[in-house]
């Protein structure tokens, strides 16, 4: 005689940040911990001197990969606000917008804001609460 067949446990759905291996989520974290060393190098030129193309740009592209890698991984907060961000800076770069102490203040508020969106994304947060900052950016790159 055998066993009474035993239902398959189910296990439950998976949340997407489960899905998210282990290694890509530090290699992410790690990158984006050098990401905020060169908005650290870079933003305090750029807000000592608004006229610096190099410390502009290399802030953008830090945004830009920022977004980049967020988007990838679904750390969704982090991939919209960078986004948010490089688009402001894009229209400073094609000098659309003039980098006035407003829009510095903001990305330094986005500055401050993303250390703690990466922790949170670490713990299991995708989306931390970062929809007033974003649409504070848009409304500055949507200015005329």
């Given at each position: ?50 006229d ?90 949507n200015?005329?």
């Open positions: 005689e055998s066993a009474p067949l035993e239902a398959p446990e189910q296990s439950p759905k998976r949340s997407d940040m489960e899905l998210v291996d282990d290694e890509i989520l530090e290699i992410f974290v790690e990158t984006a911990g050098e990401v905020m060393d060169t908005i650290n190098t870079w933003y305090p030129r750029l807000r000592q001197d608004h610096d193309r190099e410390a502009l740009t290399e802030v953008r592209r830090a945004y830009h990969t920022l977004k980049g890698s967020g988007r990838l991984v679904g750390a969704t907060s982090i991939g919209e606000l960078a986004w948010a961000v490089e688009n402001l800076l894009n229209r400073v770069l094609d000098q659309s917008l003039k980098p006035t102490d407003d829009l510095l203040s903001l990305v330094s508020e986005a500055n401050q804001r993303v250390p703690s969106l990466i922790e949170e994304f670490r713990n299991g947060n995708t989306t931390g609460d970062v929809a007033a900052l974003i649409q504070r950016a848009e409304g500055m790159a200015a005329r």
